[in-house]
């Protein structure tokens, strides 16, 4: 059979009957389309969430407290109270350290001009700004002589603005209590996005001798953020830290460590990981839509058999070949999918976009996701339409003209 004739038969038979391939199509529609979709918010979740670690800070190694222990019993990570300045004065040899930020942090109940907030109070020394990414849009930060003197100063983030003083309002120079003392703010800083217990805009930074006197009246820290001079040597600095953490904590076995690092790298590895399990399962859902698209396919073409019974064995008679007429219902099976799958792809994309301006929720269509949705659709064209073009080929061409 010559391909002019094939595509003119293939297009035919199709077109015959516009209803039954519309709906035959819709499934394959529905499946592909919600495929895209849930990958895009599922990338775009993935997206999101490596850029708001990265936002925390370029090259950074966090040192936390290890877990408290009582006997055999252990009260968690981060449960015990082990770093201290002198911490700090440990990693100042280690030539691979481009700055370091000790920091006390704790939620506090927070007013101003009779409104009231509970947010995150980062107490820390003028290292942070750098170690932390962090940028100050108006006013200053703490000076060193300012943490010295134990000035009762702060910075606060645009959100604590918002809800202490007004979206408009120039928060330089009021005064906000917290934990019943009074703070002056002396700047505030520029947005970094966020949400929830996340929100980086939604914290106030005070010195750290000032929160170490007057808020949390204890010499223990809650975090040493490092930042290291480079990406390449995020690994050996880290190490460099435990080795030198280990000795002034007098602690020869590493597995009895009190306190523990994690480094920017590992946290992205971490989120990536649980991101990327998170869009499997939403495509592995949103494909048994496809499944049962395929399954419509597969019932479609074994109607047209049927329906075409005396038509097949009138090809045969006249010279068809088996091959020409299990390639007819291929293709015919292909098209119907590959227009499903062309169609599905704009209302994926459609939806994503959708989701994306009205819920405020992060897509991102990668193309990897279109091609394989492409794939996918010429797949179930072939294996479901495989068993209707076989069992098309081999029928007998004499009981195929005696078929009513």
Do not use: C
């Not at 435990?242 to 994690?262: G, M, Q, R, V």
Request: glycine share 8%.
């Amino acid at each position: 059979m010559l391909l002019r004739d094939l595509i003119y038969e293939v297009n035919s038979a199709v077109t015959v009957n516009k209803a039954r391939s519309g709906l035959t199509i819709l499934g394959i529609v529905i499946g592909i389309s919600s495929v895209i979709a849930m990958v895009s918010i599922g990338q775009g979740a993935q997206n999101s969430i490596q850029t708001s670690i990265q936002s925390i800070g370029a090259n950074l190694i966090l040192i936390m407290p290890g877990a408290q222990r009582t006997g055999q019993v252990s009260a968690g990570q981060g449960s015990a109270q082990s770093l201290t300045l002198k911490d700090v004065d440990a990693l100042a040899g280690i030539s691979t350290i481009q700055a370091i930020s000790p920091e006390v942090s704790r939620r506090y109940q927070v007013t101003a001009r009779g409104n009231n907030t509970n947010t995150q109070v980062v107490a820390s020394t003028t290292a942070y700004p750098e170690v932390r990414n962090v940028t100050v849009d108006t006013g200053t930060f703490f000076s060193d002589a300012q943490n010295r003197s134990k000035a009762k100063v702060a910075v606060i983030g645009p959100t604590v603005r918002d809800d202490l003083f007004g979206t408009d309002a120039n928060p330089i120079g009021a005064t906000i209590r917290i934990n019943k003392l009074d703070f002056k703010v002396i700047g505030m800083t520029k947005s970094k996005g966020g949400s929830g217990f996340s929100n980086q805009d939604d914290v106030i930074y005070v010195p750290l001798n000032t929160a170490m006197l007057y808020l949390s009246n204890s010499k223990y820290l809650s975090t040493i953020a490092v930042e290291a001079k480079s990406a390449d040597v995020i690994t050996s600095t880290q190490q460099d830290i435990t080795s030198a953490l280990l000795t002034s904590h007098k602690i020869s076995d590493s597995t009895l460590a009190d306190f523990s690092t994690l480094n920017q790298a590992d946290i992205v590895a971490t989120a990536s990981s649980v991101t990327g399990t998170f869009t499997i399962l939403l495509a592995a859902i949103a494909s048994i839509s496809l499944l049962v698209g395929g399954i419509g396919i597969m019932n479609m073409m074994l109607t047209t058999v049927t329906e075409r019974t005396r038509e097949i064995g009138l090809r045969k008679s006249i010279g068809a070949k088996n091959s020409d007429i299990s390639t007819q219902f291929l293709m015919e099976s292909v098209l119907l999918t590959f227009l499903g799958g062309a169609i599905g792809i704009v209302l994926g994309w459609l939806i994503a976009n959708v989701v994306s301006y009205f819920l405020n929720i992060a897509t991102s269509v990668d193309l990897s996701a279109v091609l394989l949705a492409f794939g996918v659709s010429a797949g179930i064209g072939i294996v479901f339409g495989y068993y209707p073009a076989r069992s098309a080929s081999h029928l007998n061409p004499i009981e195929a003209l005696r078929h009513d």
